[in-house]
């Protein structure tokens, strides 16, 4: 396991919390040398402690629904098969930007403009998994969270986990809203959209490197960054690479819900723990999916089993929530919020509508 630095914790939970901050704004907020943070910054990225990710606003690019796929593997089946399998499988399916696999249980998260692109994914995973490959394939279930019925944490949020992880001396980031999203149709210029790809297929790059994958100057390629900003376009985000610090569990929690409950009742009232600590969460009324990542599988047992008594004390269930669970060490990660293909895969259907 990894041992940090006070300075350490305290850059990376100022990443966290907001990636876009600068090294003397997080210096100014935690009384760091300005030099010291820059040197930190560059030593976790140089370790893989974390990773930044520009993450874009899929309702922005006429995303109608994000879909979150489950499903279990057969269990006889050798794991780098089906590991093996379903890498391959999402090399041919651009609409995953998540995805873990790992024992016999598989998730996915997919980006669908709408309806019929949902079916043909289905199809085409159905397609691939034939013949040869069929002892590797799934058995898998799907939820559809349309965004205009659903509330969630769009874009990953890891800094509660990780100011809960440190026990640092500071005030708690704030958690990020439980929000709604409109779909809008994008109205993005030729040069708008290949910025915003190479942006997100090259989250590292700086805006002259930017410039010449796009063939603009420097100066361009800095107002049409700004303006994807300030248009809530796209948001850099800092994510740390928990396996790597010795984080043991991966939990994702899907229940359905009682729909006696009246779902804003639910979402003010429930314990904060259940959305705080989830880094990526889709809700709507009769269910919803949460994603936790926790140190030691004793934090599951004791915190979300905990954080469960609420539920189940308002009848809130529908039925039995699934639990999926897994070792971090035994899992592979066949996409890591890794938006580039959904939104090439988006842009291109945009671009074939008109």
């Known amino acids: 396991m990894w041992k940090f630095l006070e300075s350490e914790k305290l850059v990376i939970l100022g990443l966290t919390e907001d990636a876009s901050r600068t090294d003397a704004e997080i210096a100014d ?36 629904m994000i879909c979150f796929h489950s499903g279990s593997t057969e269990p006889s089946a050798s794991s780098d098969i089906k590991a093996s399998d379903y890498a391959a499988f999402c090399e041919i399916a651009p609409q995953v930007f998540h995805g873990l696999i790992g024992g016999a249980s598989l998730i996915l998260f997919t980006a669908l403009r709408n ?13 691939f ?3 040869n490959r069929r002892t590797s394939k799934a058995r898998l279930s799907s939820a559809l969270f349309p965004f205009a019925m659903t509330r969630g944490v769009f874009v990953p949020s890891y800094a509660p986990a990780v100011h809960r992880y440190f026990e640092l001396d500071v005030p708690p980031p704030k958690p990020p809203p439980i929000a709604s999203c409109d779909v ?4 993005l210029s030729r040069t708008e959209s290949e910025t915003l790809l190479a942006m997100i297929e090259n989250p590292s790059a700086s805006d002259r490197e930017i410039s010449s994958i796009v063939k603009l100057s420097r100066q361009a390629i800095t107002r049409i960054r700004n303006s994807l900003v300030e248009r809530g376009i796209v948001t850099r985000v800092c994510i740390p690479k928990l396996y790597k610090w010795g984080f043991e569990i991966y939990v ?12 804003d009742r639910r979402l003010k009232s429930q314990p904060r723990d259940a959305m705080d600590l989830s880094f990526y969460t889709l809700s709507k009324p009769d269910e919803s999916v949460s994603n936790y990542n926790l140190a030691k599988f004793m934090e599951y047992s004791e915190q979300l089993e905990s954080m469960l008594a609420w539920y189940h004390k308002m009848g809130a269930f529908e039925d039995r929530p699934e639990l999926l669970l897994f070792t971090l060490e035994r899992s592979v990660e066949l996409r890591a919020f890794d938006f580039g293909p959904a939104v090439r895969n988006l842009l291109l259907v945009n671009q074939a509508s008109k």
């Not at 935690?30 to 899929?58: C, E, H, M, Q, W």
């Not at 809008?184 to 109205?187: G, T």
């Open 29 to 64: 907020l935690y009384g760091i040398k300005k030099g010291t943070v820059a040197s930190v910054r560059r030593r976790l990225v140089d370790a893989g402690a974390i990773s930044f990710a520009n993450v874009p606003a899929l309702n922005k690019l006429g995303c109608e």
């Open 115 to 127: 309806a019929t692109e949902h079916e043909r994914f289905i199809q085409s995973h159905n397609k």
């Open 129 to 131: 998994f034939t013949g």
């Open 184 to 187: 809008e149709e994008p109205d």
């Open 252 to 263: 994702v929690a899907h229940p359905k819900f009682n729909m006696e409950l009246a779902w």
